[in-house]
């Protein structure tokens, strides 16, 4: 259940900790954009979630 609900956040971790990345961080600006991009998902989906979940709950 832990894992159902946090995928996207450790996805968005593990992403980040892999030295490959899809844009290399060799080139200049857009290097760290697609891990901030990664971690901004991440974080998006979680508050979606608890959005969700906290509707659901009648709070």
């Known amino acids: 259940m832990f894992l159902k609900k946090y995928w ?3 996805l968005a971790i593990v992403y980040i900790l892999i030295p490959t990345d899809l844009i290399p961080d060799v ?3 857009f290097g760290g ?7 901004v998902l ?4 979680r508050y979606l979630d608890y959005r969700k979940e906290k509707k659901s709950n009648g709070v």
Not at 33 to 39: G, H, P
Not at 42 to 45: A, E, H, V
């Open 8 to 10: 996207m956040f450790f």
């Open 27 to 29: 080139i200049p600006l």
């Open 33 to 39: 954009v697609d891990d901030s991009l990664f971690v």
């Open 42 to 45: 991440g974080l998006i989906k």
